[in-house]
């Protein structure tokens, strides 16, 4: 990045000695484009002031308002706040529930993905067609499609407990209806789409040199000893990438649980991800003002969360170099 | 397949040929696929049971229905009252412009940032950073009401016009990486030759642009097709419905009595990104190997 930044030596002048740019030529050397980059940067300029900057402040503000499409809005102080963390048990059904679903989905999702990825790269015949085969359904997972099947296979008379009956099993439950069970069945579905974990995982694992691989035989070190000892220390940073991306994804998971609770985050709130919850609030009861708070209650999480994992990163990330 | 799969490919040849019988590697194989098949049994079970009469679906854990009917499909088409047809024009429309839209406004924002000099410009990339990462909930609220101040709730126009705008700025950020791997010298020769920015941009860059507007424009299509939460916002009339909303829709007005037609239209849903898995898998994997696209 820091060569972007080098003037460069010509700048402003062409090779026959004139000015290149007539327009920038009083300014000095350092913005020799003009007018050009704004012109080029307009609609995005547009863009990060009318739908991104500009709608943060204004959620930020109507988290300190009652804010609800059609009565008066009144400045409410801490309120909103305040209610969420003393007075509403839902709020902290769904913060727990997205955080069970974060903390359980992410590293299996991410665990299975390693595992994958690691039988692949032995150097089998037919490794695009397997990780082609693995990724399709990440590519479906987040469809409402996917979903809707979720809500029937895991149904009490659904595929899962068909096969499960033909194995002998009976008194099987109906998982999605079940407190106990729905929220796993998401987790599953989460875990479903490991594929384009493993393939960042398979590009990481042909960046590791073979002749580490080779001087621990030689050392006559097991396989067991390579995973932990050069495998992953060496695809830590890559590791470490998925688990933030992953995080940040699930944090912000809404159609599965919306479409296999119908809406409502049941049963018993028990698949009441927090977005869901925050869209209720919004589109529901359209307590604009509330859930604006709900949302920046959602950036700290995240953001304590991913602060947590970089300070933990320090201890189990090995970047090359570092030794 | 990819350069780099084809080097590590390349490199363990000799070793590999030895190995390709070789009971661990049988049992590797066989491991794989039969993990597969459970992985995607469901998706199939889909496809054959859209085609089964209802009562089987609820009995038959099987792949090849005992009896086959088409009658799903009818039933599905008209679910909602008007035809499905209407639902993929919808898709089709948002997505087709959501991807135009990207294309143009990502690129030229990229261009901006990745070759030109311009005042402010390490802050407004700091700016462009830090988008990147910021949930769309936090943004929900307040968008929603500015498009409905703008009377643009029930249109198209709150998903397709942030696109022109530039506002994935993922997409912002990939291309600026793919064109700072770009020689400047060709830049250099335009510019020699008479070429303004502008002109670099349309004659040299946007050219050898290509892969990576692929990658961009595979992943805003499957993006926005499998989108739920935008148009569940702001579409509320039927014939507005995307096929996402229709297909929830459709889950509300049948309860859970007519599966067999909500499979067949789940399947139809699915056709669109099953053609762009089987026409450019180039473009996502590498897409997500080098990006950590989802």
């Known amino acids: 990045m820091a060569t972007e930044h080098v003037i460069h030596p010509s700048a402003g002048v062409s090779r026959n000695g004139q000015p290149a740019v007539p327009i920038a030529g009083r300014r000095g050397t350092r913005f020799k484009h003009g007018y050009a980059p704004w012109l080029l940067l307009t609609p995005w300029l547009i863009g990060l002031f009318a739908i991104t900057l500009g709608p943060m402040v204004a959620s930020l503000y109507l988290s300190f308002t009652n804010y609800n499409l059609l009565g008066q809005l009144r400045w409410v102080g801490f309120n909103n706040y305040i209610e969420l963390l003393t007075d509403d048990p839902r709020f ?47 590519l479906l997972g987040s469809s409402v499609a996917i979903a809707l099947l979720w809500r029937q296979i895991f149904g009490s008379a659904g595929l899962v407990n068909q096969v499960l009956g033909a194995f002998g099993f009976t008194n099987l439950p109906a998982w999605i209806a079940t407190p106990e069970y729905s929220l796993d069945t998401l987790i599953l579905l989460h875990v479903w789409t490991f594929g384009s974990p493993m393939i960042i995982f398979l590009a990481g694992l042909r960046q590791i040199p073979r002749d580490l691989y080779e001087a621990a035989s030689v050392d006559g070190a097991g396989p067991w000893t390579k995973f932990w000892q050069i495998t992953l ?40 991800l927090y977005t869901l919850y925050m869209y209720q609030q919004a589109f529901t009861q359209f307590r604009m003002g509330y859930a604006s708070a709900m949302a920046w209650l959602l950036v700290l999480g995240i953001g304590v969360l991913t602060g947590l994992a970089f300070w933990s990163s320090k201890h189990w990330v090995h970047y090359a170099g570092d030794k | 397949m990819s350069d780099a799969t084809m080097q590590s490919v390349g490199t363990s040849t000799a070793s590999m040929s030895r190995q390709l019988l070789s009971p661990k590697h049988l049992l590797a194989h066989a491991a794989i696929i039969a993990l597969g098949l459970v992985m995607l049994y469901p998706v199939l079970w889909m496809i054959s049971s859209a085609f089964k009469p209802a009562q089987l679906i609820f009995s038959e854990p099987g792949l090849l229905p005992r009896q086959v009917t088409l009658e799903n499909w009818g039933q599905g088409w008209m679910g909602l009252g008007i035809p499905f047809s209407y639902f993929f024009i919808n898709s089709a429309v948002i997505s087709g412009l959501s991807v135009v839209g990207n294309l143009c406004s990502c690129s030229i924002a990229a261009y901006a940032f990745a070759r030109l000099e311009f005042h402010l410009k390490p802050l407004l990339f700091a700016l462009m950073l830090g988008t990147i990462m910021l949930p769309f909930q936090v943004i929900m609220v307040p968008q929603y009401i500015l498009f409905q101040g703008l009377g643009w ?17 993922f997409f912002v950020f990939l291309l600026v990486q793919f064109i700072r791997g770009l020689p400047r010298e060709l830049d250099d020769a335009a510019t020699v030759d008479g070429c303004g920015p502008l002109g670099v941009f349309w004659r040299i860059i946007f050219p050898l642009l290509r892969p990576a507007l692929a990658v961009t424009a595979v992943f805003t299509f499957i993006w926005t097709w499998n989108d739920f939460l935008g148009p569940l916002i702001y579409l509320t009339r039927t014939e507005n419905y995307t096929v996402s909303i229709a297909l929830n829709a459709f889950l509300d007005s049948t309860g859970t009595s007519n599966w067999g037609a909500m499979f067949a239209m789940s399947v139809l849903s699915l056709v669109p990104l099953f053609l762009v898995f089987m026409f450019a898998q180039r473009q996502l994997v590498q897409g997500i190997a080098t990006t950590g696209l989802k």
């Open chain 1, 233 to 272: 220390p060496m695809l830590s940073p890559v590791i470490f990438f998925n688990l933030i991306l992953q995080m940040i994804h699930s944090f912000q998971s809404f159609t599965q649980s919306f479409v296999v609770s119908g809406g409502s985050g049941g049963p018993v709130d028990s698949t009441l």
């Open chain 2, 153 to 169: 709730t029930n249109t198209f126009l709150p998903l397709v016009v942030p696109k022109f705008l530039a506002v994935d700025a």
């Open chain 1, 92 to 138: 902290y059904a769904a913060a727990g529930v997205t955080l069970k679903y974060v903390i359980a989905g992410v590293p299996l999702q991410l665990i299975f993905a390693l595992a994958i990825a690691m039988i692949l790269n032995q150097g089998l015949a037919g490794l695009t067609f397997y990780r082609s085969l693995y990724y399709l359904p990440s």
